[in-house]
């Protein structure tokens, strides 16, 4: 099992809808979770930090279940800016090591 | 604030030639990755600086990569003899600490080699 799993997508979505994508861990221990956006040829840049059950900025909110070892990301209203790549990335624990997921294609149709 | 800087943000360079890339980090920040990026692929970590401490140089593919991190700050990755294969975006980033604190990233290199 990959240390952190998304699904490559693409999602196609039209504008105004809600999405949610999910995100897989394996190392229980982990304590810090990030999600970053992606445009094409654009370096990522961070959306959301999740220490605990969860974040909410906006029309963005990430939830933590560590019970079943997943974040998930949703977006609600979308809007044809918010196409992207979407990374998951947990810090593995007692290192140095970021683990980024493949990344999750979001494609918001007009 | 100031975010991580790079320079230069495109290099077109021939078979064989040395190039370096320059990454300058958050002021503040003593964790500097450096990790490459290839057309529709995922990141591949190069290498970590923490403050002074000896590097982790696990991930750099080759003998001919090499980086260094000066005054705990600014930091160069130097490629010699470059091989088509290392066409790529070498992206830089810095975290506060590491392990558990958010990365920013720096915009990137693009670099093509012909």
């Known amino acids: 099992r990959k240390e952190v799993e998304q699904d490559p997508g693409p999602f196609n979505v039209p504008e105004g809808a809600t999405v949610a994508f999910n995100c897989t861990y394996s190392?229980?221990?982990?304590?810090?979770f990030f999600w970053y956006r992606q445009d094409c040829r654009k370096e990522p840049k961070l959306l959301m930090s999740?220490?605990?059950s969860g974040n909410e900025d906006g029309r963005f909110t990430a939830q933590l279940n560590r019970a079943s070892q997943y974040i998930s990301l949703l977006i609600r209203d979308s809007k044809l800016s918010d196409s992207a790549t979407y990374l998951c990335v947990v810090p593995r624990s007692g290192t140095y090591k970021y683990i980024f997921g493949t990344g999750t294609r979001l494609k918001v149709l007009a | 604030g100031a975010g991580v800087s790079q320079s230069p943000s495109n290099k077109v360079t021939e078979k064989g030639k040395d190039v370096e890339l320059r990454c300058d980090p958050i002021?503040?920040?003593?964790?500097l990755y450096w990790y490459r990026q290839s057309l529709g692929q995922g990141l591949e970590f190069l290498i970590y600086?923490?403050?002074?401490?000896?590097?982790?140089k696990s991930g750099l593919p080759s003998d001919r990569f090499s980086a260094e991190r000066t005054g705990g700050s600014v930091s160069t990755l130097t490629i010699q003899r470059t091989q088509q294969e290392d066409s790529a975006v070498y992206l830089c980033?810095?975290?506060?600490?590491?392990?558990?604190?958010?990365?920013?990233f720096g915009p990137g290199t693009r670099l093509t080699v012909t």
């Open positions: 999740v220490y605990s």
């Open positions: 002021s503040g920040h003593t964790a």
């Open positions: 980033a810095s975290s506060l600490s590491p392990g558990g604190y958010e990365q920013y």
């Open positions: 190392n229980s221990a982990s304590q810090s």
């Open positions: 600086f923490q403050g002074n401490s000896a590097p982790d």
